[in-house]
């Protein structure tokens, strides 16, 4: 094929969008003519250097677009037929732009620039018959009827202040009320409703401390491995990150201590069910940790992920509940309690931080959807999260037994489990001659998607590392799951 393609080897963009925004743009640009035929993956693979992997990526995705069109024993080709209005817009930029001079850009702002170095694409959602990822509950065990109807409720009733803006960013008073007295019962936090801010989950909830606290160049301390989403928002606010290792305890939280550490600015810490290990942050080092937080005028950021399934052991109060100098932000979600789409969570913040981030909220979206706010209000009030929670740690329990059997009698003294106490998954690490890749690309010939605890650490641990989710699978496709991986492993 007679075109320039032009792929950086060291940037932060994979390799198979680098190359499909290549032939996507040579498509739209005319460069490469409708009816043309592409060269075969393999073949394009060896003229670039690049994995045949990659090339198939960049071309099933150009084919489901409908840039690419094959044909059965002839190849593939570029379209006939492409979007009018995309040919169009790229026909008309073609026209009034030197082949020679580039396209003016936008300048981006600094915080701009830091986004794109930080971003971190997830990793693919696996397509087989049976996926061990880690980010989706159960959706068929809760109780939707329910749901409904106090939706429906809400619309009936929906007039006045309703309908209206807003009042205050910090969400509906009802909600607030409801969320102090649920955490107070279930997780030891003190505080008042007047302390709660609504948003958007915890994502968002990261992001507002991180605006109100972090400056450039500032030092926030991270477990390693740890969470790729609040990375990227610290990284995103131009903070440089300290890593803090975790072991079976959880995060090594004498480590701040160092002199390394000592202009630590924020630490972020997952302490119920530190992800993705799973290890529970023992009462000491909670202590420890508050202690040194009080002494530096810290801001712990407690991402209490998890911390409602918990199957064995007498549970262990949120560091907030701990915390007599104001130092911690509490946040939480409902979308991994009940379900994604529903883009509701909290913090509970210090008194002295309440205004601030309360005032950041608004600048960034007023206000969470007012209907879904009433409707949890009364979803919390009425008893239902609370049953709901019951009936999914009993199911839950049943499926992590499951899954621990099956990694134990198919894999014997090849795997080690880690973290299975608590949580939506657990960790374990598999000793095989293999690479990670190797063996995820082994066990997707199977029909199993596996990811790769590596992928959490800062530096390049977490070899033979991976999670495994259980939520969402039953307990024969678990251990149909765990069978298939076996067999890849042979």
Partial sequence: MDIAINLDTRGGVPMHRQLYEELRRA???????????????????????????TVTQSYEDLLSEGYFQAAHGSGTFVSHQLPEEMLRAESSRAETESPRQPSAQARLSAYGESISRAWLERQTEFEGPI???????DLEGFPSKEWGRLLARQCRAARGAMLDYASSSQGHSRLREAIARYIGRSRAVSCDPDQVIIVSGSQQAI????????????????????????????LANGAKLFPVPVDEEGALVGRLAGRAAAKTRLVYVTPSHQFPTGALLTLARRLELIGWAAARGAVIIEDDYDSEYRYCGRPVPALQGLDQSGSVVYVGTFSKVLFPSLRLGYMV???SMVEVLARAKWLTDRQAPTLEQYALADFINEGHLERH??????????????LVRALAANLGERVEVLGENAGMHLMARIRSKLSDREIIGRAAR????LVSASHYYLGSGGEGEFIFGYADLGERRIQEGIRRLARALA
């Fill in 131 to 137: 996926s061990f990822h880690h980010w989706r509950p």
């Fill in 349 to 351: 913040a210090p008194r």
């Fill in 207 to 234: 992001d507002l401390v991180a605006r109100v606290i972090v400056n450039r160049g500032d030092l926030i301390a991270v477990e390693d491995p740890g969470y790729l989403g609040a990375r990227q928002i610290f």
């Fill in 389 to 402: 929670i019951r009936r999914m740690r009993t199911l839950y329990d049943r499926r992590r037994a499951a």
């Fill in 446 to 449: 199977e029909g199993v998607g």
């Fill in 27 to 53: 498509i739209l640009a005319g460069r490469l003519a409708p009816g043309q035929r592409v060269p075969s993956t393999r073949a394009l693979a060896h003229a670039l250097g690049v994995s045949r992997a």
